[in-house]
T-cell receptor, first 112, second 115 residues
Framework: GEQVEQRPPHLSVPEGDSAVIICTYT??????FYWYKQEPGAGLQLLMS?????DRKEEQGLTVLLNKKDKQLSLNLTAAHPGDSAVYFC???????????FGKGTSLTVIP | DAGVTQTPRHEVAEKGQTIILKCEPV?????LFWYRQTKIQGLELLSY????????DGGAFKDRFKAEMLNSSFSTLKIQPTEPKDSAVYLC?????????????FGPGTRLTVL
């Protein structure tokens, strides 16, 4: 079955710096890719969804890169601010199959 | 539109008790998921319903965990009997087959502590 590895598990960056989180997956049939943010005591909030025909997607200070050859997905937070401090999860899904496979999460701390 | 709602937000149970967690999906969503979240294991799928039919029951969780979808707008997760290792956050999510990406939308979770 699909395996999703996420790194790093913990990340601290000064305010204004970039933060990069990387996920790798194993199934070449994986077609949908998601990034979620979880703040303390809350559920997972969807940040961005990407289909496999896209290599790069940017929205509101977030950049998602998809490298299908290396089966790698990354999230880049440009100019991070303290409000970005949270746990971030990647998730992937195959076409026609509703189950998501999640990474184990990255705890991001943005230092003021 | 209301998002996914879960009740209660916190639950404390004694070992051996029966507890029932509740979830209301986003109106019109066909799929409903129950997950258990722990720091060690991350998110683990407990159950998956499509249009009220159980599609997946998360194998390892069969014996004491039972999810039901009584109607398209309400689901319960029963844990019977509870054990201390069940202490975790239980998340409910829903999605729509008609959505472009079929994203899952999550509720705030129920934090369960079993003493």
């Amino acid at each position: 079955g699909e395996q999703v590895e996420q790194r790093p598990p913990h990340l601290s960056v000064p305010e204004g710096d970039s933060a990069v989180i990387i996920c790798t997956y194993t199934d070449s049939a994986t077609a949908y890719f998601y990034w979620y943010k979880q703040e303390p005591g809350a559920g997972l909030q969807l940040l961005m969804s990407v289909f496999s025909n896209v290599d790069r997607k940017e929205e509101q200070g977030l950049t998602v890169l998809l490298n299908k050859k290396d089966k790698q997905l990354s999230l880049n937070l440009t100019a991070a601010h303290p409000g970005d401090s949270a746990v971030y999860f990647c998730a992937v899904r195959n076409t026609g199959y509703q189950n998501f496979y999640f990474g184990k999460g990255t705890s991001l701390t943005v230092i003021p | 539109d209301a998002g996914v709602t879960q009740t209660p937000r916190h639950e404390v149970a004694e070992k051996g008790q029966t507890i029932i967690l509740k979830c209301e999906p986003v109106s019109g969503h066909n799929d409903l998921f129950w997950y258990r979240q722990t720091k060690i294991q991350g998110l683990e799928l407990l159950s998956y319903f499509r249009s009220k039919s159980l599609m997946e029951d998360g194998g390892a969780f069969k014996d004491r965990f039972k999810a039901e979808m009584l109607n398209s707008s309400f689901s319960t997760l029963k844990i019977q009997p509870t054990e201390p290792k069940d202490s975790a956050v239980y998340l409910c999510a829903s999605s729509s087959l008609g959505g472009r990406y079929a994203e899952q939308f999550f509720g705030p979770g129920t934090r369960l502590t079993v003493l």
